[in-house]
């Protein structure tokens, strides 16, 4: 599996020095409220759900939107993590991400002073490797310098909302 990791590393790698246009792209993720708190999400063949926990109004029908948030991160660090070992030829085993995240729901509820967000990320990786250490933290680093969901935590994204009403009411 590291090879053909490697391989097609190797071939984007080659393709996006030769014609970097082709790596820039815009992903259209929909989501629909349907029910309650309930969401659908949609992005190409994908179709996830997204609820809230039953104490706050929802029916817990799916994960909420942070556990998909911070399983973004966390799988987007052991993807990465896996594709630089086979770039680099480092072999590394069973990589476990523990990402944490602290935040106080009294911001979502509007009686707290404190961001919404997160107070602070923080995540744990485990590997395996008859690699030495050196060698798995080259890894580690270089592949966080590329994560895009490394980046997405640690750095300030320009966020746009643009509105588009629809009058509901009978005879507008």
């Known amino acids: 599996m590291q090879n053909r990791i490697r391989e097609q590393f190797d071939h984007i790698e080659s393709l996006l020095t030769r014609e970097p246009e ?3 792209d815009t992903a259209v993720t929909r989501v629909r409220l349907t029910d309650g708190l309930r969401c659908e999400v949609s992005e190409g063949p994908w179709t996830l759900v997204s609820d809230m926990p039953d104490n706050v109004g929802g029916t817990e029908s799916g994960p909420t939107p ?3 948030g911070r399983a973004a991160l966390g799988s987007c ?3 990465g993590y896996a594709m630089r070992a086979a770039k680099l030829g480092i072999l590394l085993h069973d990589i476990r991400v523990t990402v944490e995240a602290d935040f106080d729901s009294g911001a979502l509820f509007g009686v707290s002073d404190v961001p919404a967000g997160y107070g602070e990320v923080r995540y744990e990786v485990s590997v395996s490797s ?3 250490e050196e060698e798995v933290l ?3 680093d270089e592949a966080d310098r590329h994560s895009p969901y490394f980046d997405v ?4 994204q320009a966020l746009v909302r643009r509105t588009h009403i629809v009058s509901s009411l009978p005879g507008a």
Request: aromatic share 10%.
């Open 77 to 79: 660090l052991a993807i």
């Open 130 to 132: 008859p690699s030495s």
């Open 153 to 156: 935590f640690s750095r300030a």
């Open 22 to 24: 082709r790596g820039r």
């Open 66 to 68: 942070g556990v998909y």
């Open 138 to 140: 080259r890894v580690l």
